[in-house]
């Protein structure tokens, strides 16, 4: 579902985002690379502490774009989620001037936790820390992916 600006430069740092009303999984990934690996997850609920965070974020990696993940339903349908993902993206790009990519993210959160059992991550408790993580690096990796194909 790529959704944005013009191409890519061939170089240059990503971030990507799993939106959540409670954690916001962060990854971050290189163009030149084509590889996404999961960075942190944000706890911050109230918008204030949370784009703190994010400021921080872009501060230390400067990217040269931002993957937002958009939830949809299995048929393509918009879920409950999806207009507030769609918010967030918006908020990114009027406050830090970025090119802002939405990013069909259907089937990341679970294909994450699937990863996170398949490594030996058995208990739920240990895989909820990071499973916005992993997601945000599974929309990045696909976003990655997809991208090499449109700008070769």
């Known amino acids: 579902m ?3 600006p013009a191409p890519l430069p061939a170089r240059g740092t990503v971030l990507a985002f799993d939106f959540g009303l409670t954690r916001t ?3 971050v990934g290189e ?3 084509r590889q996404a690996s999961a960075l942190t997850t944000l706890g911050e609920e109230a918008n204030a502490a949370r784009f703190a965070a994010i400021e921080a974020l872009l501060r230390e990696w400067r990217p040269v774009a931002l993957v937002v993940g958009i939830p949809l339903h299995l048929d393509g349908t918009e879920q409950a989620l999806t207009a507030r993902c769609r918010r967030f993206a918006n908020q990114l790009r009027g406050r830090y001037a970025l090119p802002v990519f939405e990013w069909d993210e259907r089937l990341s959160s679970a294909g994450a936790d699937a990863a996170l059992r398949d ?3 058995g208990d739920w408790r240990a ?3 990071v499973l916005d993580a992993v997601a ?3 929309i990045l990796q696909h976003f990655l992916d ?3 194909h449109a700008n070769t």
């Open 25 to 27: 999984g962060v990854a």
């Open 119 to 121: 490594a030996g991550i």
């Open 136 to 138: 945000a690096q599974t």
């Open 2 to 4: 790529p959704d944005g």
């Open 127 to 129: 895989r909820k820390g």
């Open 31 to 33: 163009l030149e690379t």
């Open 146 to 148: 997809t991208e090499r």
